[in-house]
């Protein structure tokens, strides 16, 4: 390699003689371009990014064109003003990749995927968000437990390792400071405080394959499908699990994921099998079809303002569309072991009904139902005093066969009749 950037011929000369150039580099590769640096052609000068740091919050980048800098952001974070950047990502996909959650910024176009620091994170499934607290809540079927952490991966915690086997939807009713969730291996929808306290299981009747949850905290309801392949179906009940009500169970495979248009009243569900998203109102009218084109293997499925974003197991992707149905988008692709996803807007907190003021004076759980038509409910083992509001430990049941159940009657105070939740009880004498 020559060093010719100062040559004005074949050789420069000096004082009237011919200087020979010297090989500086030698390689068997062919050089494909040299830059020299000389301190004569970077002289000394002021940029408009010495003074306080151009007005930037950031990053002060210089440019080629007026005002001659720009400012900008670290990765995920985007520009308020030209000036200066948004306290950290606004909008996130949290993404479930099995052995790793990520968060993807929806504030760049770049999509860079980051890994939260998490500990023993084993086959992570199911994930979602308390936008109040602004915890994430997933499920572990290989750890068989119930986990949460900041989205920093900070105070991570298990909060259910008991009676678990195959923890495998999850949801958060953020109003009423609750969680929701479905095991395969028990066959249950199950509740507790989101602090793991008050357990208690609302539903283990009719349930093969339980696989997504999701809730409407103002109008009481939880929505879940069982993808069963004998009977698949998409199902509603009241967050107390009473009022049980069978939206769809015609024409469907696989049912893996819901989300829920809270504005709009509508249900979304994604299915492997038949390959399409669909939609409906949420008593399962005007049911049709949004997506039916290469979606091979969908698994998550979240909604976030006017798209719906997915995965896909076989396309290792991540999609978006709109509400349309039409403006189709790839945000991420080539990514492994892609689960259950959730996208979140950091900071925005909306909805209220009685028991997100004092847990509705209940001593353990608040459940709302249609028409915020609360009750108040007990852990297993614990029951309603008179007030309905108190849960006790009674001093005194009766126990009883149904055949098919067994029950629990209270001595010391009325209104306490459950079903114990045993599973696989066909012919109890």
């Not at 308390?130 to 298990?158: F, I, M």
């Not at 997915?310 to 039409?326: F, M, Y």
């Not at 038509?373 to 006790?392: M, P, S």
């Amino acid at each position: 390699m020559l060093d010719k950037t100062n040559c004005s011929g074949d050789h420069e000369r000096a004082g009237g003689k011919a200087v020979v150039p010297k090989e500086l580099f030698h390689s068997e590769f062919v050089p494909m371009r040299i830059r020299v640096w000389d301190p004569a052609r970077q002289p000394p000068g002021e940029t408009p990014c010495q003074k306080d740091n151009g007005g930037c919050s950031h990053l002060c980048l210089l440019a080629p064109y007026s005002p001659w800098y720009t400012c900008a952001c670290p990765t995920g974070v985007k520009l308020v003003d030209n000036l200066t950047c948004a306290d950290g990502p606004q909008e996130l996909l949290l993404l479930a990749q099995r052995t790793d959650i990520c968060h993807i910024s929806l504030d760049s176009p770049d999509y860079t995927n980051f890994v939260i620091p998490l500990q023993g994170v084993k086959h992570a499934i199911a994930i979602d968000f308390d936008p109040v607290e602004e915890y994430l809540y997933w499920t572990d079927d290989e750890a068989r437990a119930l986990r949460r952490a900041h989205l920093d991966g900070s105070n991570q915690e298990d909060l259910i390792v008991t009676e678990v086997e195959h923890p495998d939807g999850i949801a958060v009713d953020w109003v009423a400071r609750n969680i929701y969730w479905t095991d395969t291996g028990t066959d249950r929808i199950e509740v507790a405080r989101l602090t793991g306290a008050s357990r208690k299981v609302l539903i283990n009747d009719d349930l093969l394959e339980p696989r997504a949850i999701a809730l409407a905290p103002e109008k009481g309801w939880m929505f879940w499908s069982d993808w069963n392949e004998r009977h698949p179906k998409i199902e509603r009940a009241s967050l107390d699990g009473s009022d049980r009500f069978l939206l769809v169970d015609t024409n469907l495979g696989w049912p893996n994921g819901i989300a829920l248009d809270l504005n709009r009243n509508k249900i979304y569900w994604c299915d492997a099998k038949t390959d399409k998203i669909e939609v409906s109102n949420m008593d399962g009218s005007d049911r049709r079809e949004m997506i039916n084109d290469n979606v091979p293997h969908i698994f998550g499925i979240s909604l976030l303002g006017d798209h719906l974003y997915w995965t896909d197991w076989q396309r290792r992707s991540i999609e978006r569309v709109d509400l349309t149905g039409e403006s189709r988008e790839e945000i991420v692709d080539q990514l492994p072991n892609v689960m259950g996803l959730k996208a979140v807007r950091l900071g925005k907190v909306e909805g209220s009904n009685p028991c997100s003021r004092d847990n509705g004076g209940c001593s353990h759980l608040c459940l709302n139902r249609p028409g915020n038509n609360y009750v108040c409910a007990c852990q297993i083992g614990y029951e309603l005093t008179a007030d309905e509001r108190t849960c006790v430990v009674p001093e005194a049941f009766l126990l009883f066969a149904r055949r098919e159940n067994i029950g629990r009657i209270s001595i010391e105070n009325g209104n306490n009749d459950v079903i114990i939740p045993v599973t696989g009880v066909k012919d109890a004498r």
